[in-house]
């Protein structure tokens, strides 16, 4: 095992297994990281051919990475401030994540997971806005979530809706709170909270506004049962 | 004002003015006396006529009151933990709130808010285990919250009940977060602050199985709806 | 309950039903929703021919709503952070909620509760900076606080006020804490516990500085006992 | 929506539609319901000839349970702390789920997930004591757990489990925080917090000691990657 | 300073400097030490003439005592949980400090900050249940406040009591949360944070429930001002 | 009571019968205050002849008092955010307060304290960076804490510098917990609990960086032991 | 790696390498294992010869391993609640840990550590009750702690001794919080806190209550100092 | 002991004794320190011939200090925002401390304990980005890591890898804790809760970002072990 491959760039072991051994290659998220460092991380790993993704980037990160010319394709996206560089095709799936938010201020995150999932080559689709304080909202979308393999909600402030989702629906539903929300939501401590208490069994949960690790995990996901599926 | 009545009875100054005052009379918050000091405290209410409420009570409270032979009328409200004296006629209120209960487990803080509400003269009804992750079961209620002036809602674990009852009705709802749950529900801080976020305006809160205040809340607010109709 | 109306704006699902069913049309609160979104889910909701508000709006929200020169009389509270477009008559209720504030820092908490109201038709007045430092303050403005249907207290720090109205009145009191305070206020916790223990029964609490939930609720209650009393 | 079938009990609202909406049957959560209450609950569902499962269960439950001589069949599984009733053929699955645990003292979490899954038709095996101050004990079960569909990672103390199985495998992983640890683990937040913050993306986290819940997601997982394999 | 006197018994190093230096004895804090430990330690501070208390005493550590038949004297505060030895003539204070507390169930602290400053001569007086859900009660006793050298006040739940009785006053007061309260009180934090944050300054605060320390620093304070009355 | 004078600037009720009543005059607290009010506030109090003191005052506050050219003595303590009106002279007290700080970086709190002494009168000396690390510094000046008859000791991080003290001098001790700390010294809280769970019985304690707080408190302890000294 | 040695004993994968990797062999952690667990893990152990430890162990499960008769030598340290069973001749050091204590109630903590130091050859002297409340009693074993290697520090309530001893001396000092205390001491969070901010650098921490860690810690460190002193 | 040496600056008393006591000189630590105390303290310590270190110094305190011109070799290491003057020869070590961390984003930490270190003549060597996502990184460097006297791990997020480098090694570790993280990572609870809860035992644990006092103490114990070597 201490065999298996990885870069030593002195401020960082790029592991370049990552993709034969957990499926999808490794990610670069930005934050504590000086920019010089990510567009090294980024070049070693775009050398290798693959396609490349930096969360939770600055623009700034972005135009450090154009400027060196290097990476003709490499574009942002904004809302989910992810840099993401396309070089090597991306077969899409046959069926498509939902990714539902309570409002229109945790699109952010479902941009985060939007993104993660396709450049693993998941398709997605967000339903936005759908909180519990207008319910036929959701329940004018039923049809599209009872069809789907695996399903993300993302809220904020209480968070209510994975629960609501999770009781309306067969498939594992995958829960993202988001720090959107004041008081005493405190960063979105009360979102993780409802969705860990969540009466509907079969709700996961990950971090607070972490879109990627939903968009990682959904897709691993379908990924199997669309691979069992052929 | 600091001519107002009181009795000074060594170890509590019982408010007899809190009817007048407050409109309801100083009711006995049981945890932290002893039964002794409870009997003299109850006593002392009592032989002013007033009907007297002991909340949080342990049987044994009840017992030792039984006991002393004074008040043949008090009762044990066993799943409230309630010991009620009725000794004045209570009017009761034309209308009925609804106590909506997210599981079987709140059932005894509902059966607090109804006791306190009833000594009061306000008639309730419990609707429990109507939680979100089968939400038919609120659905099919749905007539009887909509005619409702007040609602009590009380839910444990992620306590999304609230919001979602909040978000289908005009009038105010008071939300009650209980202590049931496991883990990271925290004793009920999950479910209360699920409720302080909830998206649905117009809810507001009590302190976590408190279905004592949420009773009197309510029936405040009733109070008033019902004076002014007539 | 699915066909009921809403609007679908790609990012965002309009409530349209909302003021059938909840009894105020919906309102947009800004915080997480970039300048585009809101100018386009206000102009949705203005486009009705309802009253519309803004929450939590910086200033320049407003500019951008004034520069699409679609709102005439749209209007910025500053204190309050809040902005207002009154195409509707409103009609002004009767009986006034007096909304009390413990100091002058709640001041910005009190405007988001009294334009909230306002454009709901529920007449208020601010009787500011009356915290328990100094009582006489308080127990000078009794015969309104006494005469009221409903009152609402915000206070920070310590938030004592709120146990201390309640003690005296016979209506209900909703009690807003605010994050006014330093050290161990801890961004409002400490009022917000200190409203939740409240040991004048009959306070119910909304999220920390949520002037305009407090507003809401306020509203509903009375509105209630006004038109019981016609 | 509002006319799916529940059962009203008086004191519950059993929902019999959840089989199929949901994909497996109400499930009994023992804590703060009475004894009386849980039998009831049973025999409602027992009735409509389901498999039963009651999680959280003290003995004096089953006790009760056999005590009415309706159910021949029930079993305690004493670990899981969970009442079985089958009563209807349960096809097992044909892929395995592992269940790892990092210490000895998971193992009752361990045991919750399993019944819990078994009921629904899920196989799974129990890899246990296999954390991280030992690294060679997990590893010695590689290949299982690289041949696995789903995972369910089960630790107390630190956690750490979770991540470390998460960066060896590429199918998804279910970390299940437990309370087990003193001190500083506070009742299981510790466990809680790291996996939360697991650097190895695409875990999913459940709540703290809530193996039930972990089976179901999993289970559901598995599910459709079985049915789409066939 | 490494020379001054303390006896070591293996266990404990008794500190026989501490009348001279602090101005009273060191007193024994039961918890966490064994029976045995506690009697040793008595005896070798009562074998130097001292008066002794020990506080948070079970009273089988009181039983244990008088079983060595050493201590006559000894006698057990039951409401204080305190174990008091008084073989020296205390000079009693000319002064008298108020010990106000909020409710009944705050009286065992009040009782131990009691009999703490009674061994140190200090003369106290209780007025219980005076807390500010009925505020004529506390202003019924302005006078004898407001001629005190220094107050403590006692109470739980939300603790609003010592802001209120700080605003009233001109001398130091001493605040003492107590665990008093239940759900969000959380065991005496509701009450610590409104005591720190109070607006009435010169209200300073010990631990939760700790009548000793409150009756230490009262009367370190009323004595300073007594000797140099004199 | 209701009776005491006050005087009402719309948005706040300047509390002229504070300095009767506690022994000191209102003072602005200026946070959450716009500079229009503090001045507004500012003025009312200098109008009446007494000193006036704001604290937390940014120095664009100081700069807009100077320019309404009413106030030719105010002037602006820097360190301890805090401006100064002395127009009525001050007796200053007989005998000093020390004022101890554990590091370099809790002198603004000790500065806030001083002048929150000097403006009542009390004089007062800092002995700052006395921490426990080095405790040769503390003991060096002994006499000085030994002869005091009341001590602010203010310190951040672990806070054991008020233990020590406590455990060394015969006079009560006030402890003031800084913000001063990275890390888990999370903004003060570390070093409050330090202090609340201090062992030397008779530390009281005021809220984090609450120097104002700790100078009213040791000022009032202060005057009243030179009041009867006289 | 994957093919270092360990026992399956079905419940349980016992780590026989960990003597040669780790230097000592696994100790048996008991909370949470079933006696039954625990004396198959122990026997497994005792099997290869080794000296085996069994910590916080209640006095049944010492019991249950006499009643085998497999292990004549075994031992229960009461204080500790450690399990002991020295099969292997143990080399004791040359050089002594000191073992300090803030109090008596810390002995329990204290003889965690000593037990698990000595069975791992490693000898210790507990200075008891030496907490700062009387600096002297510490001041008068400086000697002793200036000539030590490594010193280990226990102390609750606000945990101040490990900073006033990391001032004093020359060598690592580990700090061990314990949970004594009450109040807002929060089970040894508030002394968890000091120890963590300590202005005396090279102080390090271990979990609350977690003798054993600090035992393991010393030793490793002293074994090393002694090696390389041969 | 009174009598040891300091300097008093009128701000600060400069500890001139830390040396001899401690081992190492006094260090400045910067926050809430003003440029010109900073500046007058590295004055005092540098006039006695010493090297000196301020740690968490912002580049504008190295600015004011080569101003001065007074320290020609005074050097700024921006990674670490330490500021360096070496003006008495440091002998290095012989051996080398790792200093180990998770991810690139933790190497400032890394870089403080470094630095630290390095100026009290301890060689170290940085082994960055080997967190558990990819063992194989770390498993790569495991022979330098067996052959160390002490190790120093740092990570943020999780915090898992201090358990699994514990797990691996017979030397003692020290954990740092960073606050790199998002959401529930909480600025470093999330590590630092990981690494006090380890299951290797001999893990002790330094406060979040603390890179200066790991390298002290990992310092502090490889002093020892070289000095016991020669």
Redesign the interface.
Known sequence: ????P?EDL????V?H??QI????P??I?C???TVE?IVK?FSALAEKGDNVLAT?AEEDVFKALTRTKKFPNVRYEKSAKAIVLEQKEIKPSKTTIPIVT??????PVAAEAKVTAEIMGQRTEII??????????L??H?ERLQNA??IIVIA?????LA??V???????V?AV?T????????????????????????????????G???G??AT??NK???Q??S
Do not use: W
């Open positions: 095992m201490r065999h298996l990885f002195g401020f960082a072991h592991d297994h990552r051994r957990r499926g999808f490794e990610v998220y934050p504590g990281k460092q991380i939770r309570a409002g229109t201020a945790d699109l936005p806005d759908v909180g519990v304080a207008g319910l036929h909202r329940l004018g039923m393999n695996v904020g402030m209480e968070g209510a629960s609501v999770g009781g309306l629906v067969s498939c594992p995958i709170p720090s959107i929300g004041t008081g005493a939501s405190f960063g979105g401590i009360s979102a993780l909270l409802t969705m860990l208490n969540s009466c509907a069994a079969g709700v996961t949960v990950v971090n607070i506004d972490n990627f690790s939903a990682v995990a691993l996901i199997r049962i669309e069992n599926n």
